[in-house]
T-cell receptor, first 107, second 115 residues
């Protein structure tokens, strides 16, 4: 079983603060995906990273894939209430999802 | 263009009963996957259907079974329900072309409560 551990599990911050979410595994992945899930909805794909060391930016969100392709991080700059949700990393073909990070941004 | 739809949205059953959940994939998609998600946790992969066959299966008992119809829609059946089966059941679809799956889209889920 390829486990994807995310940290922290819960995060509550004030609007305007920065934050980083981590996704770690003992296995090497050919790619990793990041999703955001809002209450009452299914997960929505944010980004896919495929190359070790790759950095992708999506507005205020910065995603990085570790050099060894065993870990990834998601950094949010100047968080807004609309960023509130459950953030999930996933391995290839979405057979394995991370444990999730629940983010609450307080106005 | 309708996305992935699931029915029902909510369902309450008692232990030992059987349940059937339904999923219609996004237009143009031929592959359907099912997931179980406990509150605040990541989804757990149950199985994936393509060309009406189970293509991949996660670590779930045989009480969990599925079916895919010629129109690509799918059903998830769970027999002999246990309290621990209470969860959000998500359906996702994508298109498998040339062996490379494209972006997967999720439905809103069915919330199953077992009493």
């Amino acid at each position: 079983t390829q486990l994807l551990e995310q940290s922290p599990q819960f995060l509550s911050i004030q609007e305007g603060e920065n934050l980083t979410v981590y996704c770690n595994s003992s296995s090497v992945f050919s790619s990793l995906q990041w999703y955001r899930q809002e209450p009452g909805e299914g997960p929505v794909l944010l980004v896919t990273v495929v190359t070790g060391g790759e950095v992708k930016k999506l507005k205020r969100l910065t995603f990085q894939f570790g050099d060894a392709r065993k870990d990834s991080s998601l950094h949010i700059t100047a968080a807004q209430p609309g960023d509130t949700g459950l953030y999930l990393c996933a391995g290839p073909y979405q057979f394995y999802f991370g444990t999730g990070t629940s983010l609450t941004v307080i106005p | 263009d309708a996305g992935v739809t699931q029915s029902p949205t909510h369902l309450i059953k008692t232990r030992g009963q059987q349940v059937t959940l339904r999923c219609s994939p996004k237009s143009g998609h031929d592959t359907v996957s099912w997931y179980q998600q406990a509150l605040g946790q990541g989804p757990q992969f149950i199985f994936q259907y393509y060309e009406e066959e189970e293509r991949q299966r996660g670590n779930f008992p045989d009480r969990f079974s599925g079916h895919q119809f010629p129109n690509y829609s799918s059903e998830l059946n769970v027999n002999a329900l246990l309290l621990g089966d209470s969860a959000l059941y998500l359906c996702a679809s994508n298109r498998l072309a040339g062996g490379q799956a494209d972006t997967q889209y999720f439905g809103p889920g069915t919330r199953l409560t077992v009493l």
